[in-house]
């Protein structure tokens, strides 16, 4: 674990689309908030989970707890809110941060160990994301020097463009383009893991 460096998960959005909060879906035996949580505590520390809309429901269904919960009252401007407040959130002793979204559980091991070798070769000075295939997204990292830059960011903006324009190190990310917006996105998730058990079995 990287003490030096902390992570934020994003969990302040309404999930409209899905029609209920996307967080406290259920997801090999958890919320996929307390899966995401359980995955972040293997990243760095400290862990803080930005929360808005559906709170504090998601707090108390959530078996996993992050070491802080920070509620973004402007959550309805769109994500880039959420992102700054979790930047705000963070002791200064932190140089950069890793970010985290609750819908994206399909993530394979990979990525994981890929982002954090990334993070490390570079010293923690280079911006690392995600490579979503001709682009780079979260999950990613992001240096500190780059936070002023996100303060700018406005509405559902996340800092994808930053990244870019900045030359983020982009790491091979099996499953990160599958999220989940909508009913059939969960449907059709949960089908997927259901055809690979079976398929090992």
């Known amino acids: 674990m990287q003490s030096e460096i902390g992570v934020l998960i994003l969990a302040a959005g309404a ?3 899905l029609g ?13 908030l307390a899966h995401t949580i359980s995955q ?9 989970v930005v929360t808005g809309s559906h709170y504090p429901l998601i707090r108390f269904r959530s078996v996993d707890q992050p070491d802080r919960w920070v509620f973004n009252a402007r959550w309805p401007e769109g ?3 959420s992102l700054q407040a979790g930047l705000m959130s963070m002791p200064g002793s932190v140089k950069g941060v890793y970010v985290l979204l609750v819908d994206q559980p399909a993530i394979e091991a990979c990525f994981w160990s890929g982002l954090i070798t990334a993070v490390e070769r570079s010293g923690g000075g280079q911006p690392v994301a995600a490579d979503l295939g001709g682009f780079v997204g979260a ?15 406005q509405g559902d903006a996340g800092a994808g463009k930053l990244l870019r324009s900045n030359g983020a190190i982009a790491v091979p990310a099996p499953g990160a383009k599958v999220d989940v917006d909508t009913r059939a996105d969960w449907l059709a998730l949960r089908q997927s893991d259901r055809t690979a058990l079976n398929g090992s079995e």
């Open 15 to 17: 999930s409209r689309r």
């Open 20 to 32: 209920r909060p996307k967080a406290n879906l259920q997801w090999c035996g958890k919320s996929l």
């Open 40 to 48: 972040g505590r293997r990243l760095g520390s400290p862990l803080h």
């Open 79 to 81: 994500m880039a809110s």
């Open 139 to 153: 999950p990613a990292y992001l240096p500190r020097w780059l936070w002023p830059d996100i303060m700018d960011l």
